[in-house]
């Protein structure tokens, strides 16, 4: 028998080591749990029905039209980039060139990936708002930059301005901020935006703001950074189309920035994806132009659902952040007796048939959320009423 040769590669592991530590993400491992046990997934955040039919035709049209169905502009197509600025315009009073200041994307992810890759050099510090979504550090660790969190902490889970003072440093290059914030449901308010917005401009910062739940603010409004002085020329705002229309199997995302910050994202996500959703940002440039009722009667159906779950989350036992805005609520296990939120969420689905996320996975320091839990209030009706009654058994 021939002798057995070593592995190729076995002299360092194969993954890269700034990935190391990610593994796979806690929605696959959550998704999969509810799917072996046939739990109601209040896990992942995606809604369990399509948006508009008319949105969806619009796609079905596109297809049979020909129009996406090859490669199309780098940019994205003019008329979905059109759309993007007139939104701005429409809802924020920001004025965007569709052909030089806005940029499409496959989802928010890309953009905030090909945001940081192109942005960030090794070393550079970026501060993130802590709990942060999963792909932020490991997009800033892809880029070779250092992650520096600035915590929110419960029970109102607000930002420590003057904690971000101090962890600005030669280094920091980047603000990474996230309003309406996942997980917490926290919205910034225009004073807060103000200070963070004296704060890059006094110290020269790039900023990065992912908004995709801009249309999901159930108590007052919602506030682009970009409108405050000094920050349009130094914002990179991301959003996307799959959490404000329910397609978030499409893929289309966008940024809006100066031109040169459009460029510089544009040159590390044209070896990302190239392009992407073709039809698709057809149809979501029409998506764009839905009247106000539309935008309106989403967020109150979505308001609803908050206060449902709320309610049912508070009668089952847990503390219950109540959020100000995005599709998910917060809540703290310890009333139940319960110190581990990653144990209680994988034993969950057995005690009660029912999934969530734990919030620790999102933080750098752990013991901030290790009771914490995130449940996603985006499903039907019925659904959030089942798994409302499951939940009474704990």
Same mark, same amino acid.
């Given at each position: 028998?021939?002798?057995?040769?070593?592995?190729?590669?076995?002299?360092?592991? %194969?993954?890269?080591?700034?990935?190391?530590?990610?593994?796979?993400?806690?929605?696959?491992?959550?998704?999969?749990?509810?799917?072996?046990?046939?739990?109601?997934?209040?896990?992942?955040?995606?809604?369990?029905?399509?948006?508009?039919?008319?949105?969806?035709?619009?796609?079905? $049209?596109?297809?049979?039209?020909? $129009?996406?169905?090859?490669? +199309?502009?780098?940019?994205?197509?003019?008329?979905?980039?059109?759309?993007?600025?007139?939104?701005?315009? /429409?809802?924020?009073?920001?004025?965007?060139?569709?052909?030089?200041?806005?940029?499409?994307?496959?989802?928010?992810?890309?953009?905030?990936?090909?945001?940081?890759?192109?942005?960030?050099?090794?070393?550079?510090?970026?501060? =993130?708002?802590?709990?942060?979504?999963?792909?932020?550090?490991?997009?800033?660790?892809?880029?070779?930059?250092?992650?520096?969190?600035?915590?929110?902490? =419960?029970?109102?889970?607000?930002?420590?301005?003057?904690?971000?003072?101090? =962890?600005?440093?030669? $280094?920091?290059?980047?603000?990474?901020?996230?309003?309406?914030?996942? +997980?917490?449901?926290?919205?910034?308010?225009?004073?807060?935006?103000? =200070?963070?917005?004296?704060?890059?401009?006094?110290?020269?910062?790039?900023?990065?703001?992912?908004?995709?739940?801009?249309?999901?603010?159930?108590?007052?409004?919602?506030?682009?950074?970009?409108?405050?002085?000094?920050?349009?020329?130094?914002?990179?705002?991301?959003?996307?189309?799959?959490?404000?229309?329910?397609?978030?199997?499409?893929?289309?995302?966008?940024?809006?920035?100066?031109?040169?910050?459009?460029?510089?994202?544009?040159?590390?996500?044209?070896?990302?994806? *190239?392009?992407?959703?073709?039809?698709?940002?057809?149809?979501?440039?029409?998506?764009?132009?839905?009247?106000?009722?539309?935008?309106?009667? #989403?967020?109150?159906?979505?308001?609803?659902?908050?206060?449902?779950?709320?309610?049912?989350?508070?009668?089952?036992? #847990?503390?219950?952040?109540? +959020?100000?805005?995005?599709? %998910?609520?917060?809540?703290?296990?310890? +009333?139940?007796?319960?110190?581990?939120?990653?144990?209680?969420?994988?034993?969950?689905?057995? /005690?009660?048939?029912?999934?969530?996320?734990?919030?620790?996975? %999102? *933080?750098?320091?752990?013991?901030?959320?290790?009771?914490?839990?995130?449940?996603?209030?985006?499903?039907?009706?019925?659904?959030?009423?089942?798994?409302?009654? $499951?939940?009474?058994?704990?």
């Amino acid at each position: 028998m021939a002798p057995m040769s070593a592995p190729v590669g076995s002299d360092r592991p %194969f993954l890269n080591r700034r990935l190391a530590a990610f593994g796979t993400t806690i929605f696959a491992e959550m998704s999969a749990l509810a799917a072996r046990t046939g739990s109601i997934n209040l896990g992942q955040g995606f809604p369990d029905t399509d948006g508009p039919a008319e949105i969806a035709e619009a796609a079905v $049209r596109a297809i049979r039209d020909g $129009r996406g169905n090859q490669y +199309p502009p780098g940019p994205g197509v003019p008329e979905l980039r059109e759309a993007i600025a007139a939104h701005q315009q /429409r809802f924020y009073g920001l004025s965007y060139d569709p052909d030089t200041e806005v940029l499409v994307t496959a989802g928010a992810t890309e953009a905030i990936a090909a945001a940081l890759l192109a942005l960030l050099e090794p070393g550079d510090e970026v501060i =993130a708002l802590e709990p942060f979504y999963d792909s932020y550090a490991a997009c800033i660790a892809m880029a070779g930059a250092v992650r520096v969190p600035l915590t929110l902490r =419960a029970p109102h889970f607000r930002p420590d301005l003057d904690a971000l003072r101090d =962890a600005v440093t030669p $280094r920091t290059r980047l603000l990474l901020l996230n309003t309406p914030h996942n +997980p917490t449901g926290t919205v910034l308010t225009r004073e807060e935006l103000a =200070a963070i917005a004296e704060l890059a401009v006094e110290r020269d910062l790039l900023v990065v703001t992912d908004e995709v739940y801009e249309h999901l603010v159930f108590e007052g409004g919602h506030t682009p950074l970009a409108s405050l002085p000094g920050m349009r020329e130094r914002t990179v705002t991301i959003s996307s189309a799959g959490k404000t229309f329910s397609f978030t199997g499409w893929k289309v995302g966008w940024i809006t920035a100066p031109p040169a910050l459009v460029s510089a994202v544009r040159s590390a996500k044209q070896f990302l994806t *190239y392009v992407s959703s073709g039809p698709f940002q057809y149809a979501v440039a029409e998506a764009l132009a839905l009247p106000d009722t539309y935008y309106d009667d #989403f967020r109150a159906d979505l308001a609803a659902k908050r206060d449902l779950l709320t309610e049912g989350l508070t009668a089952a036992g #847990f503390q219950v952040f109540r +959020p100000q805005g995005t599709y %998910f609520i917060t809540t703290d296990i310890s +009333p139940l007796g319960e110190k581990d939120g990653l144990a209680f969420c994988r034993a969950l689905p057995e /005690r009660c048939g029912v999934v969530a996320i734990p919030n620790q996975v %999102f *933080y750098d320091d752990r013991e901030a959320g290790a009771t914490q839990v995130r449940w996603a209030f985006c499903k039907k009706t019925g659904v959030l009423r089942e798994a409302v009654d $499951r939940l009474r058994a704990l």
